[in-house]
């Protein structure tokens, strides 16, 4: 089940990427916030938008999108952003995150 932010992220990565492939993980539960917090995010987004741009552009193309979200809600942001062919290549397997270490309580 999806809340608020989550939903507005989806909303939009598609209407600024234009996404074939779209995956909205909430990992808030994975870190130490209330449960059921909108906080810390990880994005996969396949998008053609991504042709012939750097990792890096991709990645500023997401954070621009995102915006509004990253002014507000949003703590954490993990981006997996790809060209169709690297998705395929990768055959729709992205890492899983790493274990939340805690941060500045560590």
């Avoid at 598609?14 to 810390?40: Q, R, W």
């Avoid at 938008?49 to 942001?77: D, I, M, W």
Wanted: proline share 9%; net charge negative.
């Amino acid at each position: 089940m999806s809340g608020p932010v989550q939903d507005s992220i989806h909303d939009a990565l598609v209407a600024a990427l234009a996404p074939t492939v779209l995956e909205v993980i909430n990992e808030s539960g994975n870190h130490n916030v209330p449960p059921g917090s909108e906080t810390h995010f990880k994005v996969i987004v396949v998008s053609p938008a991504f042709e012939g741009k750097t990792l890096v552009a991709r990645h500023r193309a997401v954070n621009s999108a995102l915006a509004e979200q990253l002014a507000g809600p949003v703590h954490a942001l993990s981006i997996q952003a790809f060209t169709a062919p690297q998705w395929a290549e990768r055959g729709g397997v992205v890492p899983d995150s790493p274990p939340c270490l805690g941060g500045s309580k560590r």
